[in-house]
Antibody, heavy 118, light 108 residues
Framework: EVQLLESGGGLVQPGGSRRLSCAAS????????MSWVRQAPGKGLEWVSS????????YYADSVKGRFTISRDNSKNTLTLQMNSLRSEDTAVYYC???????????WGQGTLVTVSS | EIVMTQSPATLSVSPGERATLSCRAS??????LAWYQKKPGQAPRLLIY???TRATGIPARFSGSGSGTEFTLTISSLQSEDFAVYFC??????????FGQGTKLEIK
C-alpha cells in the first residue's frame, strides 16, 4: 500500500523558513516524479512544485519560484520542500503527491499545515 | 498558463439522484485531465484520469467524459459519502499543473 507521510508544518513568522518532509513507502520511490500541492484555508488546490525522476529536474509555481526548493533523497525515500522568505499567503495545508505522469496524482499524503503569521 | 474553470461553484442534489459537474479549459488539454474528490481534513483522492478512466478502486457510478476544452464528471446515483468538493486538473501543458477552483457538491 502506498503511504505518504508529511511532516514539518507549524507556525512560522513572515520572512521565516520551514522545511517540509514527505516519507514515502509502498512503492519504488526512485521510479516516480513527486509533487507538492497546497490548499489555503477556504481555497482550492494549488500546485507548488514537482521533481522528476530523470536528473531530478525541478519545477515551480511562479508564486514560490526563488523562495522554495524541492529535493528528493532516493536512498531514504524522502521528498523535501525547503520554504524560505515565507509570506502570509503561503499559509496552507501542504500535500505531497505521487505523480503518475500522464495519469494525474494518484496518491496523496494527509497533509501538513503551515501557518505564516506574526 | 492554462486556466481551468469549473461550474457550478455549488451543486445541490438529493441522494440517489445524478450529479453532473463541468470543467472547461482555456485551451485544449486533449484528454490530459484528472478529477479529484476532496473532503475536509482528508487527502484529495484521484477519481478519473485521462478524462474518462476510473482510478483504481473508484466505483462505477463515477464517470468522466470530454476532450479538448470541455469535460464532465458524472456521478450516476449519489451516495452520502459522495458529498464533497470536486476539482479538475490539467496535466497536458505543465508547468504549471493547474486546477479548477472546485465544485462543492452538497445535499439537497
Amino acid at each position: 500500500e502506498v503511504q505518504l507521510l508529511e511532516s514539518g508544518g507549524g507556525l512560522v513568522q513572515p520572512g521565516g523558513s520551514r522545511r517540509l518532509s514527505c516519507a514515502a513507502s509502498g512503492f519504488i520511490f526512485r521510479n516516480f516524479a513527486m509533487s507538492w500541492v497546497r490548499q489555503a484555508p477556504g481555497k482550492g488546490l494549488e500546485w507548488v512544485s514537482s521533481i522528476s525522476v530523470i536528473d531530478s529536474n525541478t519545477y515551480y509555481a511562479d508564486s514560490v519560484k526563488g523562495r522554495f526548493t524541492i529535493s528528493r533523497d532516493n536512498s531514504k525515500n524522502t521528498l523535501t520542500l525547503q520554504m524560505n522568505s515565507l509570506r502570509s499567503e503561503d499559509t496552507a495545508v501542504y500535500y505531497c503527491a505521487k505523480d503518475q505522469l500522464g495519469m494525474g496524482f494518484d496518491s496523496w499524503g494527509q497533509g501538513t499545515l503551515v501557518t505564516v503569521s506574526s | 498558463e492554462i486556466v481551468m474553470t469549473q461550474s457550478p461553484a455549488t451543486l445541490s442534489v438529493s441522494p440517489g439522484e445524478r450529479a453532473t459537474l463541468s470543467c472547461r479549459a482555456s485551451r485544449s488539454v486533449s484528454t490530459n485531465l484528472a478529477w479529484y474528490q476532496k473532503k475536509p481534513g482528508q487527502a484529495p483522492r484521484l477519481l478519473i484520469y485521462g478524462a474518462s478512466t476510473r482510478a483504481t478502486g473508484i466505483p462505477a457510478r463515477f464517470s468522466g467524459s470530454g476532450s479538448g476544452t470541455e469535460f464532465t464528471l458524472t456521478i450516476s446515483s449519489l451516495q452520502s459519502e459522495d458529498f464533497a468538493v470536486y476539482f479538475c486538473q490539467q496535466y497536458n501543458n505543465w508547468p504549471p499543473y493547474t486546477f479548477g477552483q472546485g465544485t462543492k457538491l452538497e445535499i439537497k
